[in-house]
């Protein structure tokens, strides 16, 4: 219990984002460092079996074949970092610029949102970077391949919650959302038209608990987790368009866990619990307050609206969704009426931040009926992995799979492009 409460609500303190747009080419390999010094003593089994244990396979020869080609027939990739952190930096992030490096990538850049935009906004700011970028890739590839007609496309990699904004920049471009809280913006894809494939990992399309939990910054049952303050993550607009779905995870009252989950977009559900921008000490502090909570609710409702109407992608465009089940991943908290504090009653198979049903936006909702997923994201591939979501990078398998797909994987566009699977 303690490993798990620390893993999900620790980690939520990690869901905030900071940093601003930034361009970054592929980073120098770099040497780890050197052991401590000290008197280790040698497992001569441990060293047996590692003499004895078979060395990794090396790539096959179509792989390393699709590694050497370069020019505009590969892709460029953005790396988002991880998403909604404090700090401006994450290994997941810069991982993923290593291994891509590794592949032989030289076009790479990093992404990072503004944290005082909510998704939206960031999205506009994405579509401002992309379409800078590929001007200057233009450029570039018509000085380098004069008699090759350019037309360049991105490959997007986004770990966590940075996944919700590839996603909506798919679907409706740069657009921001209505000022009237209630209309949609058109659902075009027309970020579809510098996109062609998208890595997400781990990302929870129907919200996340975590979140919610450091949002409202209440006492945990765990000892051992952090007391975490609501009232950073309660002020990021973004936060509140993570809020979960129902496959997300729910929140019920404690003295009636069997009854209708509470509805987390509502205003004075958060006012009758004193929740974020409700608590009484924070609305003295900052008069705007409760009006700020009603527009990031009313935005986060908008915002959810238009993440889960159905729709298909042009062909060019593919998603590829890795999840993580390998740790038991808060599904329903219980929450005391009195005293805020929360507790866990049920589990679901998760990554310890985002449920698999929650990244795999499967609307069934626990029920065994219909025998198929429901989903308004048609993906190209999940692959399924058992671990928890800091182990998704460490995995030689998901990097593998991850390459496969950048690499050699065609969408659509690109089976036309380079004739393939023809006759």
Same mark, same amino acid.
């Given at each position: 219990?303690?490993?798990?409460?620390?893993?999900?609500?620790?980690?939520?303190?990690?869901?905030?984002?900071?940093?601003?747009?930034?361009?970054?080419?592929?980073?120098?390999?770099?040497?780890?460092?050197a052991a401590p010094a000290g008197?280790?003593?040698?497992? @001569?089994?441990?060293?047996?079996?590692?003499?004895?244990?078979?060395?990794?396979? +090396?790539?096959?020869?179509?792989?390393?074949?699709?590694?050497?080609?370069?020019? $505009?027939?590969?892709?460029?990739?953005?790396?988002?970092?991880?998403?909604?952190?404090?700090?401006?930096?994450?290994?997941?992030?810069?991982?993923?610029?290593?291994?891509?490096?590794?592949?032989?990538?030289?076009?790479?850049? =990093?992404?990072?949102?503004?944290? #005082?935009?909510?998704?939206?906004?960031?999205?506009?700011?994405?579509?401002?970077?992309?379409?800078?970028?590929?001007?200057?890739?233009?450029?570039?590839?018509?000085?380098?391949?004069? #008699?090759?007609?350019?037309?360049?496309?991105?490959?997007?990699?986004?770990?966590?919650?940075?996944?919700?904004?590839?996603?909506?920049?798919?679907?409706?471009?740069?657009?921001?959302?209505?000022?009237?809280?209630?209309?949609?913006?058109?659902?075009?894809?027309?970020?579809?038209?510098?996109?062609?494939?998208?890595?997400l990992v781990g990302t929870p399309?129907?919200?996340?608990?975590?979140?919610?939990?450091?949002?409202?910054?209440?006492?945990?049952?765990?000892?051992?987790?952090?007391?975490? *303050?609501?009232?950073?993550?309660?002020?990021? $607009?973004?936060?509140?368009?993570?809020?979960?779905?129902?496959?997300?995870?729910?929140?019920?009252?404690?003295?009636?866990?069997?009854?209708?989950?509470?509805?987390?977009?509502?205003?004075?559900?958060?006012?009758?619990?004193?929740?974020?921008?409700?608590? @009484?000490?924070?609305?003295?502090?900052? #008069?705007?307050?409760?009006?700020?909570?009603?527009?990031?609710?009313?935005?986060?409702?908008?915002?959810?609206?238009?993440?889960?109407?159905?729709?298909?992608?042009?062909?060019?465009?593919?998603?590829?969704?890795?999840?993580?089940?390998?740790?038991?991943?808060?599904?329903?908290?219980?929450?005391?009426?009195?005293?805020?504090?929360? *507790?866990?009653?049920?589990?679901?198979?998760?990554?310890?931040?985002?449920?698999?049903? *929650?990244?795999?936006?499967?609307?069934?909702?626990?029920?065994?009926?219909?025998?198929? *997923?429901? +989903?308004?994201?048609?993906?190209?591939?999940?692959?399924?992995?058992?671990?928890?979501?800091?182990?998704?990078?460490?995995?030689? +398998?998901?990097?593998?799979?991850?390459?496969?797909?950048?690499?050699?994987?065609?969408?659509?566009?690109? =089976?036309?492009?380079?004739?393939?699977?023809?006759?």
């Open positions: 219990m303690k490993t798990i409460f620390s893993a999900l609500f620790a980690g939520a303190a990690m869901l905030l984002l900071a940093g601003c747009v930034s361009v970054e080419t592929a980073p120098a390999a770099e040497t780890a460092p008197n280790a003593v040698e497992n @001569p089994v441990k060293k047996e079996a590692e003499k004895a244990a078979p060395a990794r396979p +090396s790539r096959g020869a179509a792989e390393e074949e699709a590694i050497r080609f370069a020019g $505009p027939g590969r892709n460029p990739v953005v790396v988002f970092d991880a998403g909604f952190s404090s700090k401006p930096a994450d290994p997941e992030c810069g991982g993923a610029m290593k291994q891509l490096a590794d592949a032989g990538y030289t076009e790479l850049f =990093r992404f990072s949102c503004d944290p #005082k935009l909510d998704i939206p906004g960031n999205a506009a700011k994405l579509h401002e970077f992309l379409s800078g970028l590929r001007a200057q890739l233009q450029k570039k590839y018509a000085e380098k391949y004069p #008699k090759t007609k350019c037309d360049i496309r991105f490959d997007l990699f986004a770990p966590g919650v940075s996944g919700l904004l590839a996603r909506y920049y798919l679907r409706y471009g740069g657009q921001l959302l209505p000022e009237n809280g209630i209309s949609l913006p058109l659902l075009d894809w027309r970020g579809a038209g510098l996109v062609d494939k998208v890595i399309s129907d919200g996340t608990l975590g979140v919610f939990a450091e949002m409202v910054g209440r006492t945990l049952p765990d000892p051992a987790a952090p007391v975490l *303050s609501g009232v950073p993550a309660a002020a990021s $607009p973004a936060a509140y368009q993570m809020l979960p779905g129902v496959n997300g995870g729910t929140v019920h009252y404690a003295d009636a866990p069997d009854g209708p989950a509470l509805d987390l977009f509502d205003p004075a559900v958060w006012s009758a619990n004193r929740w974020g921008l409700a608590d @009484p000490a924070v609305q003295a502090a900052s #008069k705007d307050a409760a009006e700020r909570l009603d527009l990031y609710l009313r935005r986060a409702r908008q915002f959810r609206t238009a993440m889960d109407t159905p729709a298909q992608p042009p062909k060019n465009v593919a998603l590829f969704l890795f999840v993580g089940n390998g740790v038991p991943t808060a599904s329903r908290l219980l929450v005391d009426r009195r005293t805020g504090r929360l *507790s866990i009653a049920d589990y679901a198979p998760g990554d310890g931040r985002a449920t698999v049903a *929650s990244a795999r936006f499967d609307r069934r909702g626990g029920k065994a009926e219909p025998p198929f *997923s429901q +989903s308004p994201i048609l993906w190209q591939a999940v692959t399924h992995l058992p671990v928890g979501y800091a182990d998704y990078f460490r995995s030689d +398998s998901f990097w593998d799979d991850v390459r496969y797909y950048l690499l050699m994987f065609p969408t659509d566009r690109q =089976r036309e492009l380079y004739h393939l699977n023809r006759k």
